[in-house]
């Protein structure tokens, strides 16, 4: 008689390409979530519980409490290249490996970071908005009057392979000038390579016309730009934030856009997503995108790929391809 081998059971959290599904199914037994629905902590510990692994995405928090509730946990593949939502020690401490889609979403997010500060800058929303309202009527000499970004000082915080990736694109497509502060200074050839200038975080938001945020979230990123990083920044300066909500105070930053004291920023992530600070929608300084810088069809397919292959390579050849805690 054959034997008949069970396949192991992992848990999909969020909906997800059909082909992926297709594939991991070759290699698992899936309890899957494609009616996308949104799950509590305490429903996505039960829906874990007996799974030997998990295809997360940035909304699923693991962490001690609910890793104590799957013993049988064996892996959790993000499909996002940060992983604020893994608590790595607790998941190292409980010998659950974590996974991340590094690389797959650098040049599509660092687009999107660019088109941010350039809609911003040239306040392409707020311009459109007036249009749909039936408000033009008439030319007018300064009518939604901007600021370049050709020529202009790109400041970088957190130069990662995304913010390299925008630093490239503004000093070899649009003869920015760009400067940088990082955790760790980058080597001379990668420096090269973006023509950026390492600086002081002071330097940085005193000099930068536009300011990208491209670092990751931690409890020392936590309202990095706060009111008082904001009062350093030029009247005339934009602010982008592509990397997660809570490195940026989103009130403060309300306020200083109100009153001016910086010209207008773009924010695709928010403190506390998907809700939105309620002082950000009075203001019309601001573009709001719903956290959409990975988002072309090709990369995100290619970052659900990614974590499906880190599953199945786990479990086929007993290691991942981007562990983060191996
Ligand atoms: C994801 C992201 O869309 O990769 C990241 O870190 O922020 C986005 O690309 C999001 O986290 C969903 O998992």
């Not at 990082?182 to 023509?195: I, P, V, Y």
């Not at 086929?316 to 805690?325: E, F, I, Y």
Request: glycine share 8%; proline share 4%.
């Amino acid at each position: 008689m054959k034997d008949i081998v069970m396949k192991p059971s992992i848990l999909v959290a969020r909906a997800v390409f059909p082909e992926v599904l297709t594939k991991l199914a070759q290699h698992f037994e899936i309890e899957s979530n494609q009616a996308d629905e949104t799950w509590s902590k305490a429903q996505l510990t039960e829906k874990l519980h007996g799974k030997v692994g998990a295809f997360t995405t940035g909304t699923d928090r693991i962490d001690a409490e609910v890793l104590a509730a799957c013993p049988q946990l064996k892996i959790c593949a993000n499909m996002a290249v940060g992983y604020n939502n893994f608590d790595i020690a607790a998941m190292t401490a409980a010998g659950v490996l974590a996974t991340n889609t590094p690389d797959v979403l650098t040049e599509t997010t660092a687009d999107f970071g660019f088109a941010l500060m350039m809609a911003t800058a040239r306040r392409m929303t707020e311009s459109e908005h007036y249009l749909r309202a039936g408000k033009w009527t008439k030319w007018s000499y300064d009518m939604f009057a901007g600021s370049d970004i050709h020529g202009a000082t790109l400041g970088i915080l957190g130069m990662g392979r995304i913010g390299q990736g925008i630093a490239k694109r503004g000093a070899h497509g649009f003869g920015m000038n760009v400067i940088y502060h990082n955790r760790s200074r980058l080597d001379a050839t990668s420096e090269a390579a973006c023509k950026a200038r390492y600086v002081s975080k002071e330097e940085l938001l005193k000099t930068a016309d536009h300011l990208v945020l491209v670092l990751p979230y931690s409890a020392a990123s936590h309202h990095a730009i706060g009111a008082a990083e904001l009062a350093q920044m030029k009247p005339t300066a934009t602010l982008v934030n592509i990397a997660r909500g809570g490195i940026v105070d989103d009130a403060a930053l309300a306020a200083a856009l109100r009153d001016k004291r910086i010209a207008a920023a773009g924010l695709d992530v928010f403190e506390g997503e998907p809700a939105v600070h309620p002082d950000l929608l009075t203001v019309p300084n601001v573009v709001l995108t719903p956290h959409i810088a990975s988002s072309s069809v090709p990369t995100r397919l290619a970052m659900a790929n990614l974590a499906a292959d880190n599953l199945i390579a786990f479990f086929t050849q007993g290691k991942a391809l981007t562990p983060l805690n191996a």
